[in-house]
Each structure stands twice: as structure tokens, then as C-alpha cells.
T-cell receptor, first 114, second 112 residues
Framework: DGGITQSPKYLFRKEGQNVTLSCEQN?????MYWYRQDPGQGLRLIYYSQIVNDFQKGDIAEGYSVSREKKESFPLTVTSAQKNPTAFYLC?????????????FGQGTRLTVV | RKEVEQDPGPFNVPEGATVAFNCTYSNSASQSFFWYRQDCRKEPKLLMS???SGNEDGRFTAQLNRASQYISLLIRDSKLSDSATYLCVVNEVGNAGNMLTFGGGTRLMVKP
């Protein structure tokens, strides 16, 4: 079955550590996105990528980094520079172009700093 | 000013009620529009796309008003299971490709 998979589902990080969240899709989508969601809040865009080897900063990119070496994969690294990383992280993908494109989401990774 | 704005709610309604949400967007170049549903601690899932002529899916009706730059979602005969957060999503297509922008969500609570 085609889909988008995030791992791990739960992640605990000590202060000062970098952690990497995985996002893989087998939908053959060109575009991939990372969002952050805090309790009771909407989704805020961290980074997005429209094509392999290219990505752009979203609204809250500081303290995060990404790579897009393969079409299927868009990992997100939460660095020690991110001052308040505890949140729910959602990865999404979509096709690109002048069509009515919906986004498909992974099940999310809940990151907690301990 | 936020690009996509929604009333955060919560909207507290009794079962069987009709409830409507609006969402405004600022970019007139926006190409397509969606409503997503998000349950607590889960990922958003597509509820319905919004077409220029308006579209209906069972108890749910979506409308688009390009002139006033808003979309709406109407839920008739509300069920307890409709309790969730409803996210408005706008897809802008530009030189850099697609950009999906989410509203902050509107929380609906349907009470017995």
C-alpha cells in the first residue's frame, strides 16, 4: 500500500542533543513538508521541498535542518539550537503542478525534551 | 496578518445542530482549497476538497468565494463523532511549485 511513514512515533531527547526524525513516502510525490504543532495550536511550516536536492525554509526554520537526497525521503533534524523542541511533528507530501493537489500526512512524531 | 485565518472556536453545539465555519485567505493567487479534519493527537486527514461551484458530501457542504477570498464548511445534523478540529488548507502554485498553507484550525465540540 502507498503511504507516508514517520518514525519514531515517540521520541525523547536530552537537552543539547540533536535528533533526526524520519519521513518516507512511496507515493512518488515530488513535494514534501515538515510541520510543527503545539498543543491546541495549528500547523506551522518548518521546511518544504519541491524537488530532490532542493528545499526552502518555512515560517519557523530556525533550529531545524533538512535534507532531500532522495525523492522518497525528507528527514528533519532538530538541533540543539532549537530552544523549545517539545512538540508534535508532522510530515506531509503532495504532487506538484497546476492541479488540485491534496497533502497526505504521516502519523506524526511526538518529541519530548527531558 | 496571517495568510489563512480561522476562528479557533471552540464551537459547542448540540447533536443535530447545523454549524458553519469560515476561513479567509490573503493570497488571491491561491489555486485550490481543502478542508481537513484532525482528531486529538492524530494527523490531519482530508475531509473534502473545495471546488469553485461548491460541493457536497453527505452532511458536509463546502463553498468557495473567490471574490471575497473565503471558503466555508457547513455541517448539518451534527453527530458526536464530528467533534474534532477542522483545518482550512490553501494551495498556492507559483514559481517554486506548490505551497500548502494551513489555517490554525477551528475546534468543534458536539454535545449530547
Amino acid at each position: 500500500d502507498g503511504g507516508i511513514t514517520q518514525s519514531p512515533k515517540y521520541l525523547f531527547r536530552k537537552e543539547g542533543q540533536n535528533v533526526t526524525l524520519s519521513c518516507e513516502q512511496n507515493l512518488n510525490h515530488d513535494a514534501m513538508y515538515w510541520y510543527r504543532q503545539d498543543p491546541g495550536q495549528g500547523l506551522r511550516l518548518i521546511y518544504y521541498s519541491q524537488i530532490v536536492n532542493d528545499f526552502q525554509k518555512g515560517d519557523i526554520a530556525e533550529g531545524y535542518s533538512v535534507s532531500r537526497e532522495k525523492k522518497e525521503s525528507f528527514p528533519l533534524t532538530v538541533t540543539s539550537a532549537q530552544k523549545n523542541p517539545t512538540a508534535f511533528y508532522l510530515c506531509a507530501s503532495s504532487i506538484t503542478g497546476w492541479t488540485n493537489t491534496e497533502a497526505f500526512f504521516g502519523q506524526g512524531t511526538r518529541l519530548t525534551v527531558v | 496578518r496571517k495568510e489563512v485565518e480561522q476562528d479557533p472556536g471552540p464551537f459547542n453545539v448540540p447533536e443535530g445542530a447545523t454549524v458553519a465555519f469560515n476561513c479567509t485567505y490573503s493570497n488571491s493567487a491561491s489555486q485550490s482549497f481543502f478542508w481537513y479534519r484532525q482528531d486529538c493527537r492524530k494527523e490531519p486527514k482530508l475531509l473534502m476538497s473545495v471546488y469553485s461551484s461548491g460541493n457536497e458530501d453527505g452532511r458536509f457542504t463546502a463553498q468557495l468565494n473567490r471574490a471575497s477570498q473565503y471558503i466555508s464548511l457547513l455541517i448539518r445534523d451534527s453527530k458526536l463523532s464530528d467533534s474534532a478540529t477542522y483545518l482550512c488548507v490553501v494551495n498556492e502554485v507559483g514559481n517554486a511549485g506548490n505551497m500548502l498553507t494551513f489555517g490554525g484550525g477551528t475546534r468543534l465540540m458536539v454535545k449530547p
